[in-house]
């Protein structure tokens, strides 16, 4: 089984951006971590700026399998049918990543479009979110 592990919009700077939000590791501190953590487990990551990137990637992982996938997708979470759609429509299993507490931010942060496909959602707890929601997959 290999798990994805997939970020959105503006988190290939994570450890530059609003660090008192986002922290300061970055993604490549999060994918050493992840790779630690789970010696065992297959792992890819993927990153983009770009919907149709991050959909391309999706029906990409599906042709090789992959069914399972931990997702961080910014603020695509709260305005991207198509995304949505991608994941229904590829019937993933995804757990919905935030490392900040979306719901004590502004408000539209507070609506995601993929929660009602997923699995389960993840957020406030930094970067262990990832960590959890990987162990979560692994393990049920
Ligand atoms: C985020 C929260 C989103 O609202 C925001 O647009 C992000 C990051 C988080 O990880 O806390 O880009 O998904």
Same mark, same amino acid.
């Given at each position: ?9 503006? !988190? #290939? =700077? !994570? /450890? &530059? *951006? ?14 050493? @971590? !992840?790779? #630690?953590? %789970?010696?065992?487990? &297959? !792992?890819? %990551?993927? +990153? ?6 991050l959909i391309?990637c999706l029906e990409r992982w599906h042709?090789?399998?992959? =069914?399972?996938v $931990? ?7 709260? +305005?991207?049918?198509?995304? =949505?759609?991608a994941l229904? /429509?590829l019937?993933l @299993?995804? $757990? ?8 004590? =931010? ?12 997923? $699995?389960?959602?993840?957020? /406030?707890? /930094?970067? *262990? ?6 162990? %979560?997959?692994?393990?049920?």
């Amino acid at each position: 089984m290999t798990i994805g592990i997939m970020n959105g919009p503006n !988190l #290939g =700077r !994570l /450890g &530059k *951006r609003v660090p008192e939000v986002y922290g300061s590791e970055t993604l490549t501190d999060l994918e050493e @971590r !992840l790779r #630690g953590a %789970f010696p065992g487990a &297959k !792992l890819e %990551f993927f +990153q983009s700026n770009h919907e149709g990137a991050l959909i391309d990637c999706l029906e990409r992982w599906h042709g090789s399998g992959i =069914r399972d996938v $931990v997702l961080n997708a910014g603020a695509l979470t709260h +305005q991207s049918y198509a995304l =949505r759609d991608a994941l229904e /429509g590829l019937e993933l @299993r995804f $757990v919905e990543v935030h490392i900040s507490n979306v719901y004590r =931010r502004e408000p539209f942060r507070a609506h995601s479009l993929l929660a009602p496909v997923a $699995v389960g959602q993840i957020s /406030g707890l /930094g970067l *262990r979110g990832y960590e959890l929601a990987v162990r %979560f997959l692994l393990d049920v």
